[in-house]
């Protein structure tokens, strides 16, 4: 039997045009779930590991990068699929583990897919400490400004408001208070 499997990272992202190709593809059955690759913990997945698959069975992907984000998992599950006899099928990158050559496809696009999120990585590192150096700050922006904060210690210290009545005069919580004075 051939399984699909979908997976979009988000719930603003729509699926369709993946479950639209492993309907293309023959699957009889077809699970989609909304979840980042990266996490550990996506329940539709782990079902379809564990309680569909079974020996002669096919996974069917739109991507590689559907199954997993780093080279190590990614390689994990297809080892874990192979022993149980199950094959792997990536429709994008024509990779078929039931033939050898498709198994040695797997591995090297795999590892490109591991370089390429790895450069991502670098990338957004490097303009993070670019930024930083010109002196732009990430995040989001003081509650209070520094006049604000003179002026709650001013209030705080005289003592004739609770804090309470401070933090509401400018705005914030009373967490938010404590944390700037």
Request: with cysteine; proline share 3%.
């Amino acid at each position: 039997m051939r399984v699909g499997y979908a997976r979009v990272s988000t719930v603003d992202q729509n699926p369709e045009l993946q479950l639209d190709a492993l309907r293309r593809a023959g699957c009889e059955k077809i699970y989609t779930e909304r979840a980042s690759g990266a996490r550990e913990d996506r329940p539709e997945f782990a079902r379809v590991l564990a309680d569909v698959l079974r020996a002669g069975d096919t996974l069917v992907v739109w991507k590689l990068d559907r199954l997993a984000r780093s080279l190590k998992t990614l390689i994990a599950t297809a080892e874990d699929l192979a022993q149980r006899g199950v094959g792997l099928v990536s429709l994008t990158e024509s990779i078929d583990t039931t033939t050898p050559g498709g198994v040695l496809v797997f591995h090297v696009f795999g590892a490109i897919a591991q370089f390429e999120r790895a450069l991502i990585c670098e990338r957004t590192a490097a303009g993070l400490a670019e930024a930083r150096r010109r002196g732009r700050k990430g995040g989001r922006p003081s509650a209070l400004k520094e006049a604000d904060v003179i002026a709650a210690r001013a209030l705080m210290r005289d003592g004739t408001l609770p804090v309470r009545a401070v933090a509401k005069r400018l705005g914030v919580s009373v967490a938010t208070l404590y944390r700037h004075v």
